[in-house]
């Protein structure tokens, strides 16, 4: 059974910085793209960044393009999402999860920008 578990969420002020992090246990990454996504209260899940099994190819949703940056290494199981420039429209929590074919979702991680 796969298990997805989230960390490096918290309490940023605009304009600041978080580095999150998805430790994967049960299969290995390293065949598969990842991708961080994100649900806001009242609002549905959506696609933030997404990443190649290799790494060499990336996505970003329009809103987080120049702020955020996926990466991964698969020798640790591990996808990382680091977020600058923080902005309060990017309050949510934030899950990884492969990119199709979703394995059950972990619990995420909470991410809160307010002054």
């Known amino acids: 059974q796969v298990q997805l578990v989230e960390s490096g969420g918290g309490l940023v002020q605009p304009g600041g910085s978080l580095r999150l992090s998805c430790a994967v246990s049960g299969s290995r990454i390293s065949i598969s793209s990842m991708g961080w996504f994100r649900q806001a209260p009242g609002k549905q899940r959506e696609s933030v960044a997404t990443?190649?099994?290799?790494?060499?190819?990336?996505t970003y949703v329009d809103s987080v393009k120049g702020r955020f940056t996926i990466s991964r290494d698969n020798a640790k199981n591990t996808v990382y999402l680091q977020m600058n420039g923080l902005k309060p429209e990017d309050t949510a929590v934030y899950y990884c999860?492969?990119?199709?074919?979703?394995?059950?979702w972990g619990q995420g991680t909470q991410v809160t920008v307010s002054s």
């Open positions: 990443i190649s099994n290799g790494g060499l190819a990336t």
């Open positions: 999860n492969r990119r199709t074919n979703n394995w059950s």
